[in-house]
């Protein structure tokens, strides 16, 4: 069965976004980018700029299904809130669209990225390389997002 997976890394300032097609054992790249909010916007213009991106994105490819990372908690308490809000406004916009989303914790795709939950950024890019040849991110919230849709595809069987 094949699927169209959107991946989903969130963030106010950058919002990672790819879509790749998965069926079987096999992996497809399909497209990927940056959800870029002006930083002196108002809260409220760069969450409504990421939910209409992510709409936009979802009408062009049409995602079976999304995987979008869980929040880690940090030291800083607003920041995390914050980035609760950018994850809640690309949950909306796909929800909108009545597409699953599935959420998932950042050592559950680093290891099915690299097969250690503790990999760095640099390891997962060059493994993505490997996994998917014709994915070039050319940001780490891009490759991000590439790890999260084939993590999702890799750890969740239809």
């Keep these: 069965m094949t699927k169209i997976i959107l991946?989903?890394?969130?963030?106010?300032?950058?919002?990672?976004?790819?879509?790749?097609?998965s069926a079987g054992q096999t992996r497809k790249y399909i497209s990927s980018g940056v959800i870029l909010p002006k930083p002196k916007d108002p809260l409220?213009?760069?969450?409504?700029?990421?939910?209409?991106?992510?709409?936009?994105?979802?009408?062009t490819y049409n995602p079976d299904e999304c995987a979008i990372e869980i929040t880690f908690v940090n030291n800083?308490?607003?920041?995390?809130?914050?980035?609760?809000?950018?994850?809640?406004?690309?949950?909306?916009?796909?929800?909108?669209?009545?597409?699953?989303?599935?959420?998932?914790?950042?050592?559950?795709?680093?290891?099915?990225?690299?097969?250690?939950?503790?990999?760095?950024?640099?390891?997962?890019?060059?493994m993505l390389k490997i996994l998917l040849p014709t994915?070039?991110?050319?940001?780490?919230?891009?490759s991000d997002a590439i790890a999260i849709a084939l993590a999702h595809s890799n750890t969740n069987r239809y």
């Excluded at 994915?135 to 891009?142: I, R």
């Design 7 to 21: 991946g989903i890394d969130p963030g106010l300032l950058h919002t990672g976004w790819a879509v790749i097609e």
């Design 44 to 59: 409220e213009t760069r969450l409504a700029k990421i939910f209409n991106e992510v709409i936009k994105i979802c009408e």
């Design 76 to 126: 800083n308490p607003t920041s995390t809130l914050l980035l609760g809000h950018a994850r809640a406004a690309s949950i909306v916009a796909v929800g909108t669209k009545k597409i699953p989303v599935f959420e998932i914790q950042p050592n559950v795709i680093k290891k099915a990225i690299t097969g250690s939950g503790h990999a760095d950024k640099t390891q997962i890019a060059s």
């Design 135 to 142: 994915a070039n991110p050319k940001t780490a919230d891009e």
